[in-house]
């Protein structure tokens, strides 16, 4: 159990064009999912909170208009980085909450950006 | 959250136990230790988490000290696979929390 997919694991973009990435929790509900990315040699940086039904709260710094996060359902929350750039090639993760105990990550995008 | 922190890395023999340390001196009274560990190009993995006892799971043993001011990590038999950095995270309990990692510590399981 306890189980969150990302989709897709990698993907290479020109610059300029948007990217979705989904991410999914497979065998339980999660009303909240979070955000990271992680730089090479670094480590994770959360981005913003996904709250279903409810607007993400951002991490001061992570542009809101640039990463445009959904919570729609309680399984599925999308992160899309619009007008992407080289800079923001990195590896992005999502996690999701299980009951009130811990949070379960999902296997991370490798996002490149040409 | 409290501030923790690691060693920035560890060496252990396949075998092994592997004790991986946390200092956590400033945490609060209701902040739970929690672990967990990335293994090259994957997501975290959760391993455990305690507030106050000690606690084992399939996985890993995590003994906290009775000031709450640092615990250990425990891998009774490490292998390679267990290669990973490690991190140990100070925070309030619930899924709801967000998750501040460190730097952890990378642990390499040696032959």
């Known amino acids: 159990g306890a189980v969150v997919s990302q989709h897709p694991s990698r993907v290479i973009c020109k610059s300029g064009t948007s990217v979705k990435i989904e991410c999914r929790s497979l065998d339980f509900q999660a009303t909240t999912m979070f955000w990271y990315r992680q730089f090479p040699k670094q480590s994770l940086m959360l981005m913003a909170t996904?709250?279903?039904?409810?607007?993400?709260?951002?991490e001061q710094g992570v542009e809101k208009d640039k990463f445009l996060i959904n919570h729609a359902s309680l399984t599925l929350s999308t992160l899309t980085v619009t007008s992407a750039h080289p800079e923001d090639s990195s590896f992005y993760i999502c996690?999701?909450?299980?009951?009130?105990?811990?949070?379960?990550f999902g296997p991370g995008t490798r996002l490149t950006v040409l | 959250d409290a501030k923790t922190t690691q060693p920035p890395s560890m060496d252990c023999a396949e075998g092994r136990a592997a004790n991986l340390p946390c200092n956590h001196s400033?945490?609060?009274?209701?902040?739970?230790v929690y672990w967990y560990r990335q293994i090259h190009s994957q997501g975290p993995q959760y391993i455990i988490h305690?507030?106050?006892n000690n606690e084992t799971n399939e996985m890993a043993s995590l003994i906290i000290t009775e000031d709450r001011k640092s615990s250990t990590l425990i891998l009774p038999h490490a292998t390679l696979r267990d290669t990973a950095v490690y991190y140990c995270?100070?925070?309030?309990?619930?899924?709801?929390?967000?998750?501040?990692f460190g730097k952890g510590t990378l642990l390499t399981v040696n032959p």
């Open positions: 400033t945490i609060s009274g209701n902040e739970y």
């Open positions: 996904s709250n279903e039904g409810s607007k993400a709260t951002y």
């Open positions: 995270i100070a925070t309030f309990r619930g899924s709801n929390y967000k998750l501040t």
């Open positions: 305690g507030l106050k």
């Open positions: 996690s999701a909450g299980l009951s009130t105990d811990t949070q379960y």
